[in-house]
C-alpha cells in the first residue's frame, strides 16, 4: 500500500487549514510551531529506540520541551521526562498529560521518506507522534496558562508495560489530580476522536507452564512420561476457557503463543514450556482467567501423569476511564473539532495499554485519536506498514491540551481558583468575614 506522506519536505501552516474540519484547530498553532512539531515527529521517527533504551529520544525531547519554557523540567525513570507548565494559580491541583515514546523491534516497510534508520526498530505504534502531540501541548498550554499547572509526562517503556509504573515510582502523579493521554488509531480518520467512560484497554498479562515428564526412548513411551501429548492436551483444554467458562458476551482472550519441547525425532524429552497472553476487559474477568489456567493445567498435568508449574507475570491492568474526566475531555474535543467529531469506540479493543497503572491512581480518560488520511487503508498497529498521519500531531495536542484547561477550570471551580464560579467565590468571602 502507498502511504500519502511521500515528500520529505516539511510542510507550511496551511497543511491544516486545507483539510475540512480542522481549521479551528490549525488556528492554534503559529507556523514556526507547526514545522517544529513535524520536524520533531520526523526526527523521532527516524530514529526510534526501544523500551527503556529511549536515550536519543529524551534528550530530544528534552530539548524540545525547554524550547516552550516551562517552570521545570525533569529527567525521571531513566528516560522519562516532567515539564511543569505554570498556571494561574498555585491554588488548584495540577492536571498531566502523558505521552509514551518508545518503539517495537520490527522492520520498517512504509516507505516514508522518514522511514527508521534503526534495522530492526520501528515507530510501529505511533509514540513517536504521541511524544510530539505532548510537545505541542506543552507549547499550546505555556502559550495560553490554564487555571492550574499541567505536568507533560514523556513516559517511556509503554510496550514493555513497564513504563508508567516506573513513572508512577518517580512520584510523577504527587499533587496531580486527573490525568490524560490518547492513541492513535488508523481506524478512525483524522478528526475523529474516541473519549468514552469504562473499559478502553484490557488487562494484559502474561503466563508460563513448566510441563515436568520424564525422558524416554521415542519406541518405548510406557517407560517415560510424556510431557508433549500433555502440553498438546493442555493447548487445546485451555481454548475452553473463554469458550465454556465465561458468558458469550464477555470480551476475553487466552492465547498460547510459544510451545518449546524435545531436540530429536525419536526421544521423549523430560519437559516442556508453553507461554502464552491473557486479555480482559475487567478485574473479574481477569481472575476468571487465572483461576481456570491453573486449575485445567493442574488436573490435565493429573491426569497425563506429570507436572504442571504455573507462573503468571501480572502487566497492566485494564484501561478503565473515569466518568467525570470523560465529560472534561469530551467538552474539549466539542470545543475544539465540534461534536461530530466524537465516535464510539465500536468492538472492545483486547490491547493492553499501561496508561491503565495511572488510572489506578486518579480520575483521567485515554482516548483514541483517529489518525487515517482520507482514501487510506486502516493498518493495524504494530505492523510493519503501520504509520499514522501527521494531522494526529495537531489534533491530539490540541485536544489533550483543552482537555488539560478544562479540567483545570473545573477543580478550579471545585477548589476555589481563579476560574471559581461568582457564587462559590461569594461564599468564600462571606466565609472569610
Ligand atoms: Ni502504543
Sequence with gaps: MQCTITSASIPGADVLTRKPGLAKVARLFPPELVRSLVRLRRDLHRHPELSFQEHRTAA?????????????????????????????????PAVAIRGDIDALPIQEQTGLPFSSRIPGVMHACGHDVHATWAVGAAALLSARPPAGDVVVLLQPAEETGKGAQAMIEAGVLDGVAAIFGGHVDRRFAVGQVVAQPGSLAAASDTFEIEIAGAGAHGARPHEGKDPIVAAAALIAALQTIVSRRLHPATPAVVTVGSVHAGSAPNVIPDSARLSGTLRALEGETREKLHHALRQIAGDIARAYGVEAKVAIELGP????????????????????????????????????????WYLERIPGCFLRIGAREEGTEPIPAHSPQFYAAEEAIWVGAAVLAQAARVASASLAARGGGPEADPEQRQARRRRQK
Design 317 to 356: 491492568p485494564p484501561l478503565i476511564n473515569h466518568e467525570t474526566a470523560v465529560h472534561w475531555a469530551r467538552q474539549a474535543v466539542e470545543e475544539i473539532l465540534g461534536k461530530s467529531a466524537l465516535v464510539p469506540l465500536g468492538s472492545p479493543n483486547l490491547a493492553g495499554e499501561d496508561f491503565a
Design 60 to 92: 530530544r525531547l528534552e530539548r524540545a520541551l525547554a524550547a516552550v519554557r516551562p517552570a521545570s523540567l525533569e529527567r525521571v525513570a531513566g528516560t522519562g521526562l516532567v515539564a511543569r507548565i505554570r498556571g494561574r494559580s498555585h491554588s488548584v
